[in-house]
């Protein structure tokens, strides 16, 4: 069966800023005076920034990391394929929606974007973090979504557990090639939007 509704993550999937993040965690890490040697970037992907602060940091490492990050974040630009992706979904009588871990700054970094969604929710929904799926869950009830027909839509293991565990279908963008074995078990795994079709996610 086709895919008709989309919940989108935010950061990494719809939005490049996993940089500046990435910028952000490295100053917050240096100013905290934690020794970590690993890849930032395959943790902070694989995992999160919030498991990295609860492994090796105190509890005002997070705070730190969330007002520097703010301040760095200054040109948030979205995937150049994302417009025209959001607006065919919508066009084919199709629904967007978003779940982001971001506050609701995400309208403001959304901006004409925000049009092409049914609803878009933020940390200030107050809703279970994903993997959880109770965010994933409250749409597709709300909404009256078939989860044959609709499908989460992440970069990381968490988005694909989130869409796991709410029964529905999951596609990973996976732009640095870091789950190409596909241990998560996502049923679309794609490196580059300009890959995307949305034929390809169906069955």
Known sequence: MEIKNYIWDFDGTL??????MLDALQQTIAKHG???DGDLAYFIKKYSIRKFALDYATPEFIDDYHTLEDELQTDVK??????????EIVNNGGRNFVVSHRDNKTYQ?????????SEIITSDNHLARKPDPEALTYLIDKYNLDPSETAMVGD?????????????????FDEAGIFLDN?????????TWKNFELAKVSG
């Not at 979205?78 to 607006?87: G, N, Q, R």
């Not at 970094?109 to 969604?117: I, K, S």
């Not at 241990?183 to 490196?191: G, R």
């Open 15 to 20: 939005f490049d800023t996993y940089p500046v």
């Open 34 to 36: 934690i020794l970590y």
């Open 156 to 172: 990381r293991p968490l988005d694909i557990q989130a869409g796991q565990n709410a029964g529905i279908k999951t596609i990973l």
């Open 109 to 117: 970094y959304l901006g004409d974007l925000t049009n092409l969604f």
């Open 78 to 87: 979205f995937y150049p394929e994302i417009p025209a992706i959001l607006s």
């Open 183 to 191: 241990a998560l078990k996502a049923d679309v795994v794609f490196q």
